[in-house]
Nanobody, 120 residues
Framework: QVQLVESGGGLVQPGGSLRLSCAASGSIRSINNMAWYRQAPGKERDLIALIQRGGSTNYADSVKGRSTIPRDNARNTVYLHMNSLKPEDTAVYYC??????????????WGKGTLVTVSS
């Protein structure tokens, strides 16, 4: 089993920045894709940033140019750094990872989510 611990959410002023982290622990041989999703009130959960094990990244248009998604493979941790926050960035942010277990099973895991509120 794998546990994901997210941190860094909270209240942010418009124009500010956020730093989220998601640390995975448990029976992990390696992690392939690591990603961040977000779900705004009344909307679907959307993929906003993804990083492959080799470091290739993809971003949704809504966050492109003001976000990065670094990862630390040694710590099984993924981060989300976002600047120039807007009220429409208010959402619950979820991390999502593809774990390869020691028995070669590949399983996708979700974090519990962390709320980010952008408001003055």
């Amino acid at each position: 089993q794998v546990q994901l611990v997210e941190s860094g959410g909270g209240l942010v002023q418009p124009g500010g920045s956020l730093r989220l982290s998601c640390a995975a622990s448990g029976s992990i041989r390696s992690i392939n894709n690591m990603a961040w999703y977000r779900q705004a009130p009344g909307k679907e959960r959307d993929l906003i940033a993804l990083i492959q094990r080799g470091g290739s990244t993809n971003y949704a248009d809504s966050v492109k140019g003001r976000s990065t998604i670094p990862r630390d493979n040694a710590r099984n941790t993924v981060y989300l750094h976002m600047n120039s926050l807007k009220p429409e960035d208010t959402a619950v942010y979820y991390c999502n990872i593809d774990v390869c277990h020691f028995d070669s099973r590949l399983i996708n895991y979700w974090g519990k989510g962390t709320l980010v509120t952008v408001s003055s």
